[in-house]
């Protein structure tokens, strides 16, 4: 009973910092819209902010809601091997992987919270995969559409540093797990 007590709840803050931060980025996207003129230093901030807040958005829902669900399992599958590592491997993820390890996941307790090892570990793992993608593909959207429409306004600097940190933040992780996936692929494989 606590346990379905406490999962509720969980729901209910992270759904009430999710609309929060839908706010927060209708706000933010409203403001820098009517600016006319930023520093270069603003335009870093607010796009960092504006990055933070629209990606936070899904990852709280993610975190609640099992919301890989509401797309088409072809969605997560649909993509060319050959085209995840060559993407991978031209954007230089490895590199920003070994940032990951180094500064959070190469902790073993964070490693053991996203895979708990053996064959239910595998498919939990696929699912905590999924979430953690569409929790980074549904704000890189977002924010590649905010940064053309920003571009259009003539916001060079801005728009380009949102789509830089877009890519790090969002695109980069979406690689990841697409690669992760390919290599799980190997031990489901196995398992059936």
């Not at 335009?43 to 899904?58: A, D, K, M, P």
């Not at 801005?158 to 031990?187: C, D, E, T, W």
């Amino acid at each position: 009973m606590e346990k379905v007590k406490h999962s509720f709840l969980k729901r209910i803050l992270f759904t009430i910092l999710s609309l929060f931060l839908v706010f927060q980025s209708i706000h933010l996207t409203k403001a820098l819209w009517k600016e006319e003129e930023l520093s270069s230093v603003e335009c870093f901030i607010w796009s960092f902010l504006l990055n933070l807040f629209v990606t936070g958005v899904f990852a709280f829902l993610s975190f609640a809601f099992p919301i890989s669900k509401l797309f088409n399992p072809t969605f997560y599958s649909n993509v060319s091997a050959s085209r995840i590592v060559g993407l991978y491997s031209f954007f230089g993820v490895k590199y920003f992987k070994k940032l990951l390890m180094f500064f959070y996941w190469g902790r073993k307790k964070q490693r053991k919270e996203f895979f708990s090892g053996g064959k239910k570990g595998i498919d939990a793992l696929d699912f905590k995969s999924k979430q953690a993608e569409i929790g980074h593909f549904l704000p890189f959207m977002v924010l590649l559409v905010l940064s053309v429409v920003i571009f259009i306004q003539g916001k060079v600097l801005l728009s380009a540093l949102i789509l830089a940190i877009n890519l790090l933040g969002n695109f980069y992780p979406v690689l990841m797990q697409r690669k992760l996936r390919l290599r799980l692929q190997v031990f489901q494989n196995i398992k059936k």
